[in-house]
Structures are given as C-alpha cells and as structure tokens.
C-alpha cells in the first residue's frame, strides 16, 4: 500500500514538472505570435507540435496495465514523464528570442498551469484509473492555454485601452510632430536614418528596434515620451486590414512615410491589393490632418493608392529611381512625374553609398556609410521627410555623413582572420535578398563567398516561385551556400544547384550548426552572408 501511494506521488509530482515544462514551451509560441489563437493552433498542426513520444509511452504503458499491478504502471509513466521533462527545453534560456515573463504571460500560463494540474487529479480517483486519461492531460495542455487567454480576453481589452489611453493623452498633452513610417520592408531601416538625421537638430523619440504595434508602442510612449520632445516617429507594423488605422489613431501622424508595398506578410493579407490598401491608411490619416506622406513611386502601382495620391496631390511626395537606375522600368511603367524626387545614380563603394537625386530643380549627391544598393531610396525618403520638417539640406548631409550602420540589415563587421561578415539577419525580403546577394558579390569580388541562409517567410502562394528565383541568382554569386531547414526551401535548393557543379551546399538544421561550419571550415579572405535568421517558431519546433 505504501509503495502505491509513494509511486502514485512521484508520478503526481513529475506531472507538476511536466506540465510546467510543456506549458513554457506553448507559451513561448503563443508570446511569438502575439497571444493569436489561430495562428497558434495553426502552428502546432503545420508542425505536428504535439506530443507524440510520451503518448506512445503511455499507450504501451495501457496495454501493459491488464498484466501487471497499478505500482509498475504507475512507475513506468512517471518515468518516462520524468524524462519528457528533463529533454524539453526551457524557451526561458534555451532560444534565441526567449520567453519574456510578462505581465500577461503571467496572467494566462499560471492559470492555465493550475487547470492542468486540476484535470490530472481524475487519473486518481477511484472511478478512473485508466492510464490512458493521462494521454488526455498530456494534450489539453495548450487548450488549457487557449481557453485561459480567451477567458482574459476582456480584461486584456479594458488593460489594453487603459494603456492605449495613457499613452495617446502623453501624445495629446505633448504635442510632438508625429512622423509614422510604413511599408512591407524599409521601414526600420528608413526609422533609423530619419532619427538619426532628426536627433541632430532637436530632442526626437523614435520607438526601438522592430516595436510596431499598439501595446509596443503605447509602452514606449508611457516610459519614454517626455514633453522636450520636439519629434516622434514610429514605426507602424501591419497585420490585416485596420492594423495601420488603429495605430493612426494612437498617435495622430503629421507626416508619414510609405517605403514600399511587397509580399512581405503576404500570408496574412492574401493579395498585394489588400496590403496596399493597409499601407495607405496611414496616408489617409495624414492627408485627413492635412500633413504631408512622401512615398515610394512604385507603391503607386496600385488603382487606390494612385487614386488617393490623384485626389490629394498637394500632400504627396513621391522618390523613386530613375530607369538607369532601376532596370526594371525599362519595361514597366514608371510612375515618377514632373517635380517628384528622382534618383539617378547609386553606387556602392567600399565605405558605403553614394547616392544623387534631383528634387525641386535642385541636384543633391549624398554619401551615407551604409551598404545595399536598396538603401538608396531609404536614404531619399528620410532626406526629403526631414528636409520638409525644416531641416537644411547642408544639415541633412553632415548627419547623414556620421550615420551608424543598421544593426542586423546588410551590417558590415570584418572579423579576426580577415573573415568579413555581411549581417542581414533582421531583414529578408525578395528585394533585399537580392540586394544583399549583390553586395556579396561586390565585396567578395575575389574571394570565397559563403551564403547562410534559412530562406525567406510569410510569402504565402509565392514561396516557391520567390525561393527558385533568388536560389538561382545566389547560385550566380556564392560559392556555397549553408541552407538552414532545406525543407521549407526545396526550390531554392534546387535553382542553387543547377547553376553549376562546382558549387557547394550544405543543409543543416539549425543556424548554430551554420556557425559551427563557419568556425570549421573558414579561409582568409571569406566573405559570409547572413540572410534572415528563422525565429524559433520556424526553426526550433520542439520534438516532443
């Protein structure tokens, strides 16, 4: 009898243990993808996250149980859960983005921990000793979850308002010019060259590395905005029809910047139509305010936003390259017109761009040491942005000459043993994959060039068409390439390799192992690419 109870305790006792572990592990995926129920549960079906291994254990365990006494059923889970337990990782410490404790993660996985304890105490009753209840336990877990944040849901909405609130009313009160900033991909990067331009001249916030959402920004503007604050720019992230409108009303824009439309987080809007109109919120609270949006020419592609920039002509500024420049337009329409910002020339040298332009009958040449050919049209919608905030032009080009790289997109480190690295990590798009392969190519012009590289997401129906086209170009430029996660990218793999024999590629399963080959195999001279780097959500799905 004492043996029972003492192995019926373990077993309670590595569940407690278990649950707490698998619990984290959801969690940190569910924080990833912003509390988004359906894009969790999508996950775990499109990578089969749940668990298998000790299910099986406690299947066999059941058959098991007609032929032998509940002490060595009982034993058998517990260790097999034991160990469950010690391989799962704790996405704590275990992952590149780890885990933050915050306030609402807090408020959903404690709960949530305690119903799955709760449910496990039926395996105990007398009426249901059945082992296989505990395969049952083992998979409400992320439903415990899903059921706790649902439940919050309007807490977290009045939580949500009353920061939301704060944070407008500190806007309201200190009256900063608000310069919002969007596009499918540019508009950190465009963030950064802005603020740092604008920090020259006057006390200017600009919300920190990828923060663009509401309870992101509404965070900043709370801790950081204070009334000295002449500017304000934020970023504004998109994530379906309404995203640009509600962070529009948050922080009332005096001037916006719209940097691109492309399949960036085409996934989530279905069609490019779809996305532009998102994009172009931004420009209708702005001209609605009666300030002025300076855009990328190619985002006029569309019929709305074409129509929108036709009806509101005056609050409109349009840059774009020229058909020297964008070879492109040779063939497609350009939409550049008389008076509008034109780039004539961009050239990458070894310190970084130089890029001309003509605007307003005037002709500017700017070096900026910045590397990727793409970041010359960055470059021209932060100048004129700034230029119409009042800044001189001299003024614009001394900042923009002391203008720090942006960390993680296109950076240029040299390391020890003449190794230089090109650090695209944050930025992976079709056009800035390109761009990067191109500046590779340039800086390892007579050396070794190596591409890690996990491939590009959230392309939707285009995946495969956009990974086969860059594969074949980086095919073109690189001598190997170490493709992490192969399978998300057949196509690329196979462009790659078609464009010749003597080109090496390597698959591994993780960008650690990339680095670990780096490390093995380096030459002097190497020049080494590194295109996106997979969250955790893509790259480490558990194993469980």
Request: glycine letters at 6%; proline letters at 4%; hydrophobic letters at 40%.
């Amino acid at each position: 009898m004492m043996i029972e109870l003492a192995t019926t305790a373990l077993l309670f006792l590595s569940f407690l243990a278990f649950a707490a572990k698998r619990g984290l592990t959801y969690m940190h995926v569910y924080q990833q993808e912003e509390y988004d129920s359906e894009r969790l549960l999508s996950w775990i079906w499109k990578n089969k996250a749940f668990d298998k291994r000790l299910s099986v254990v406690v299947i066999v365990v059941t058959i098991l149980s007609f032929f032998i006494p509940p002490v060595f059923v009982n034993f058998l889970i517990f260790t097999a859960m034991a160990f469950a337990t010690y391989r799962e990782k704790d996405p704590r410490k275990d992952s590149k983005k780890k885990l933050v404790a915050t306030a609402r993660a807090k408020r959903i996985f404690f709960p949530a921990y305690f119903l799955s304890v709760l449910a496990a105490t039926w395996c105990f009753l007398p009426v249901t000793p059945m082992p296989w209840l505990w395969i049952l336990n083992i998979h409400l877990i992320p439903f415990m979850i899903l059921f706790v944040n649902m439940m919050l849901a309007p807490f977290e909405e009045m939580n949500q308002k009353k920061f939301w609130n704060e944070a407008h009313n500190k806007v309201l009160d200190y009256q900063p010019t608000v310069i919002g900033i969007t596009g499918s991909f540019g508009k950190t990067s465009v963030k950064h060259i802005l603020g740092h331009i604008l920090k020259t001249q006057a006390p200017t916030l600009v919300t920190p590395g990828s923060v663009n959402t509401p309870m992101g920004i509404s965070r900043i503007l709370r801790e950081q905005l204070e009334p000295e604050h002449k500017y304000l720019i934020v970023e504004m992230g998109a994530y379906g029809r309404g995203s640009i409108d509600r962070l529009c009303r948050l922080t009332p824009p005096d001037f916006g910047i719209i940097t691109s439309i492309g399949h960036a987080h085409y996934e989530r809007f279905k069609s490019l139509e779809t996305v532009a109109e998102t994009k172009y919120e931004l420009a209708e609270a702005v001209v609605g305010r009666g300030g002025q949006v300076v855009v990328h020419e190619r985002t006029l592609r569309f019929d709305y936003t074409r129509a929108m920039k036709e009806q509101n002509e005056n609050h409109f500024i349009v840059c774009g390259e020229s058909a020297d420049v964008d070879k492109s337009k040779q063939a497609d329409k350009s939409y550049l017109k008389k008076g509008d910002l034109e780039i004539h020339k961009i050239i990458q040298g070894g310190k970084g761009l130089e890029v001309r332009f003509t605007w307003k009958n005037v002709t500017y040449n700017v070096e900026v040491p910045l590397f990727g050919i793409h970041h010359g049209h960055n470059i021209a919608l932060a100048f004129v942005t700034a230029f119409e905030l009042g800044v001189s032009s001299k003024d614009i080009q001394t900042a923009l000459q002391s203008l720090p790289q942006i960390e993680h997109r296109l950076e240029v480190r040299k390391q020890s043993g003449g190794l230089t690295i090109i650090d695209d990590a944050y930025n992976s798009n079709p056009m800035g994959f390109q761009s990067a392969l191109g500046l590779l190519s340039q800086i390892g012009s007579s050396k070794r060039k190596i591409l890690i590289t996990p491939g590009m997401v959230e392309l939707g129906k285009i995946h495969d068409e956009a990974h086969k086209s860059i594969g074949a170009y980086a095919g073109e430029v690189c001598d190997i390439a170490i493709v992490v996660k192969g399978k998300r990218i057949p196509t690329f793999i196979t462009a790659f390799k078609e464009t010749g024999a003597s080109k090496q590629l390597h698959e591994v399963e993780s960008f650690d192992e990339a680095q670990k080959w780096i490390a093995k195999n380096k030459q002097d001279g190497d020049v080494v690419l590194i295109e996106n780097d997979l969250p955790d959500i893509y790259e480490r799905v558990p194993r469980i």
